[in-house]
């Protein structure tokens, strides 16, 4: 039998075990990514893989989940990305935009018609003559 595996490793009893495992419930897809994460961690344990299968299957289903939740994480982060890249945009128009942007400050102005206490943001008090951060000028 072809796998790849060193022969000296491999005898009939391994085969034939491993064998009985793909026999039962055990997928091939199961038993190959059970197989590589053992190699890859601990190559020494292959010889006695049949008899710790579960174990090994258990760590793989483990990096197969954190490798999934890993590439959700990306994937999110990358929307966020390109949500906020599609909010920036959509800001920059409407502010290069005379008819948005004169639309906008007429809502804002209605707005502070409305509520007369609301403040207008440091630039327009201080445009309006006004202190920004609501104290005196008067020192002493």
Not at 37 to 42: D, G, N
Request: proline fraction near 4%; glycine fraction near 6%.
């Amino acid at each position: 039998m072809e796998c790849g595996l060193p022969a000296a490793l491999i005898s009939d009893a391994w085969l034939r075990n491993t064998a009985e495992l793909k026999s039962g419930t055990v997928t091939e897809n199961d038993l190959v990514s059970a197989l590589a994460v053992c190699l890859k961690s601990e190559p020494d344990k292959l010889t006695f893989f049949w008899q710790d299968y579960a174990k090994w299957r258990s760590r793989a289903l483990a990096l197969s989940e954190e490798a999934a939740r890993t590439e959700r994480e990306r994937k999110a982060a990358r929307r966020r990305r390109e949500q906020d890249r599609r909010e920036q945009r959509e800001k920059a128009e409407i502010l290069d935009n005379p008819d948005a942007r004169a639309q906008v400050e007429e809502a804002l102005r209605r707005l502070h018609e409305k509520l007369p206490g609301l403040s207008r943001g440091p630039a327009a008090e201080r445009q309006a003559g006004r202190d920004p951060d609501g104290g005196s000028d008067d020192i002493g």
